[in-house]
Each structure stands twice: as structure tokens, then as C-alpha cells.
């Protein structure tokens, strides 16, 4: 099954904080972040690995609680650059199928 | 340096067509897919293969076909369009598998069934 995410939709002002929730019905080995921005293909910005650490691309991090199957990605101080859809892929282990989530619109205005 | 190429980029097709998605990729990576993402549905993931010879099925494999026969190539066949496989299709690749982190995507391919 797809994870979910929540909210579905963000609008900020510059400088401000999110955070972007993503969550599975399943154990899960390794949660992936990407972002994308209109018309173009998803970038990767991070993984999650079951017992590793929390990760940080440039002003957002993020957290894997392994236990309650979820993921949250921070975006500290945000800038324009950061506008976008952002898009958790979650993994099993020993398999290898990423599974994406439906997508948070994150809209930072000036 | 290439990443992952997609052709087409447009293509329009009548219903009953079938037709094929290339994909190929100059990164020597073992692991490719293939995404289709609709409005509110995100990206879901329709075949995928982790080597040349080895291909599995994803969340939406009905009504398309895949093979490996090289690392670099993986073809997605549409065997009889369908209104409902119109979509923004995207083939990724993988060095090593998810495991390792980062899915190289190509920059689409935009089919329109009518």
C-alpha cells in the first residue's frame, strides 16, 4: 500500500518552518525523500535506513521512528527554492519496491 | 554525462495502439523502474528490475510489458492503449538498489490515450 502524507498541501512565507509527515501500515526498512518541481522529474534528497540516523540535505533534516512506521521531513528557514512537491518512498526489507506517497504541495511565498 | 533518457518525450496514441517507452541509461546501474504519476496519485510504480534478465512487477503492471535484455536498456511496452493509461511516465535507475539511496529519474515521458 502507498504511505500517506500529511498535509496535502503547505503554504508558507519565506524563512518560515514545516514539517511533512509520512506514514505506513508496514514495517519499513528505508523511507526516501524527494522533491519535485513543476514539470520536471523528482529529485532525491535523502534516505532513511532502519537503525541509521537522522539525515540532513542543506536546512532540512529528517527523522525515521522505525517503530511507529513513520517519517517527518523539517524544512527549516525556508527559501523559494524549496517550493515544490515533495514525495516519501518507503521500502521493505529484502525488497525492492519504493512505494511513494501521494505528495505534499509545499508553497513558499516571498 | 547522459543520467537516464527517455524517448518519447510526446505521444499521442488512439485507443487499441500499443507502443514502446524507451529507456536507457549511461550510469552502469543494475537497478531501473518504471513510474506513472496522475494528478493527487503520486508515482506508482509499474515494473522494475534489479539486473539484465530479471524483471518483477510493481503496484500497476495490468497492460504493460518489460525486458532487460542489457544493463542499459529497459523498455516499457504498452501492448493495447487504454484512455485510463494516460499519464506522465518516468523511468529511474538505481546503482546498486534502493538500499543504496538515490533513484536517477529521466525527465518523462507524456503519453495521451484518446
Known amino acids: 500500500q502507498q504511505p500517506v502524507q500529511s498535509p496535502q498541501a503547505v503554504i508558507l512565507r519565506e524563512g518560515e518552518d514545516a514539517v511533512i509527515n509520512c506514514s505506513s501500515s508496514k514495517a519499513l526498512y528505508s523511507v526516501h525523500w524527494y522533491r519535485q518541481k513543476h514539470g520536471e522529474a523528482p529529485v532525491f534528497l535523502m534516505i532513511l535506513l532502519k537503525g541509521g540516523e537522522q539525515m540532513r540535505h542543506e536546512k532540512i533534516s529528517a527523522s525515521f521512528n522505525e517503530k511507529k512506521q513513520q517519517s517527518s521531513l523539517y524544512l527549516t528557514a525556508s527559501q523559494l527554492s524549496y517550493s515544490g512537491t515533495y514525495f516519501c518512498?518507503?521500502?521493505?526489507?529484502?525488497?525492492?519496491?519504493?512505494?511513494f506517497g501521494q505528495g505534499t504541495r509545499l508553497t513558499i511565498n516571498p | 554525462n547522459a543520467g537516464v533518457t527517455q524517448t518519447p518525450k510526446f505521444q499521442v496514441l488512439k485507443t487499441g495502439q500499443s507502443m514502446t517507452l524507451q529507456c536507457a541509461q549511461d550510469?552502469?546501474?543494475?537497478?531501473m523502474s518504471w513510474y506513472r504519476q496522475d494528478p493527487g496519485m503520486g508515482l506508482r510504480l509499474i515494473h522494475y528490475?534489479?539486473?539484465?534478465?530479471?524483471?518483477d512487477q510493481g503496484e500497476v503492471p495490468n497492460g504493460y510489458n518489460v525486458s532487460r535484455s542489457t544493463t542499459e536498456d529497459f523498455p516499457l511496452r504498452l501492448l493495447s492503449a487504454a484512455p485510463s493509461q494516460t499519464s506522465v511516465y518516468f523511468c529511474?535507475?538505481?546503482?546498486?538498489?534502493?538500499?543504496?539511496?538515490?533513484?536517477?529519474f529521466g525527465e518523462g515521458s507524456r503519453l495521451t490515450v484518446l
Open positions: 550510469m552502469n546501474h543494475e537497478y
Open positions: 518512498g518507503t521500502g521493505l526489507q529484502g525488497a525492492q519496491k519504493l512505494v
Open positions: 529511474a535507475s538505481s546503482r546498486r538498489g534502493l538500499s543504496a539511496g538515490e533513484l536517477f
Open positions: 528490475s534489479v539486473g539484465a534478465g530479471i524483471t
